[in-house]
């Protein structure tokens, strides 16, 4: 049977483990080798990649995750619908570690990353209005009602730089924007697969308030220990609702994502 998948997840061990392996492969793409070997699974029949997006070792910090390379297998894999789960700080009181936002927004504050298949000469503008596919969003949102977790059904993420987390004055200032989370990794990764015409969908785990929560001095800067010690408490919930996600997204798209090239061209 020829390698496949019709989803593909960036995450490691911890999420294929519950999932039915069927093999792993090394793959090679046009930008080099993604992050870690491809991982194939089944989930209720299903055909499900995964890619460690840090590497098997978390040898890659988010400004170096070769982004294109990583997408881009998933793609010759055949995969349509993209599933990106991350760690996240809140930036808001009413969003508390442990919950769960399914981001409908982000706004990129990173710098210098690869983030286009079409660096010419055939110019390419895709758009990037609702840069998350609502067909998965809403998935995701039945399933997180029907496992009973506590969850956000949108929101914004600010993705920095890093590897360093913010400043206090850096976090007030995105937290008076009425942003909801910041991350790492959400850019480029969810504007490659718009790029590639795959749907993608977003799973912001909240590990921490970030450098801080306005008005709480009580609340501690975050650390490096405390989001994995966060992050892996909740690692079983996150795998659970991925499975209940693949279960009820309907193989037919009935979102635009898989039409983005269409009118992104000026010659086509
Ligand atoms: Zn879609």
């Known amino acids: 049977m020829k390698p496949g998948a019709e989803f593909g997840v960036f ?93 409908d927004q982000f706004v990129n504050f990173t710098s210098g990353r690869k983030d286009t298949f079409y660096d010419g000469p055939e110019t390419t503008h895709v ?37 360093r987390f913010s400043t206090k004055a850096e976090s007030k200032f995105f937290s008076r924007q009425g942003w909801d989370v910041i991350n790492m990794t959400q850019y480029p990764e969810a504007v490659l697969a718009r790029e590639q015409e795959m ?27 405390e989001v994995i010690k966060v992050f892996n408490k909740n690692l079983r919930n996150l795998t659970r609702l991925i499975g209940e996600i693949v279960r009820r997204v309907s193989e037919e798209r009935s979102c635009d994502c898989g039409s983005a090239l269409e009118h992104a061209r000026l010659n086509a």
């Open 11 to 103: 995450g490691g061990s911890g999420f294929y483990k519950l999932a039915k392996g069927t093999g792993s492969l090394s793959a090679t793409t046009r930008y080099g080798k993604p992050s870690g070997r491809v991982t194939l699974a089944e989930i209720e029949g299903r055909r499900v990649a995964f890619i460690p997006r840090h590497g098997v070792h978390h040898e890659y910090p988010p400004h170096a995750v070769p982004y294109r390379a990583n997408v881009l297998a998933f793609k010759k894999l055949g995969v349509k619908r993209v599933i990106g789960p991350n760690a996240v700080g809140s930036l808001k009181g009413d969003v508390a570690p442990g919950e769960l936002v399914f981001c």
């Open 127 to 163: 758009s990037t209005a609702s840069p998350y596919c609502p067909q998965m969003r809403k998935a995701a949102i039945e399933a997180a009602e029907a496992l009973g977790l506590g969850y956000h059904p949108a929101g914004t993420v600010v993705v920095i730089q890093g590897p």
């Open 199 to 225: 749907c993608y969908l977003n799973i912001s785990l909240v590990t921490d308030y970030d450098a801080g929560l306005e008005g709480d001095p009580s609340v501690k800067p975050v650390s490096h220990e």
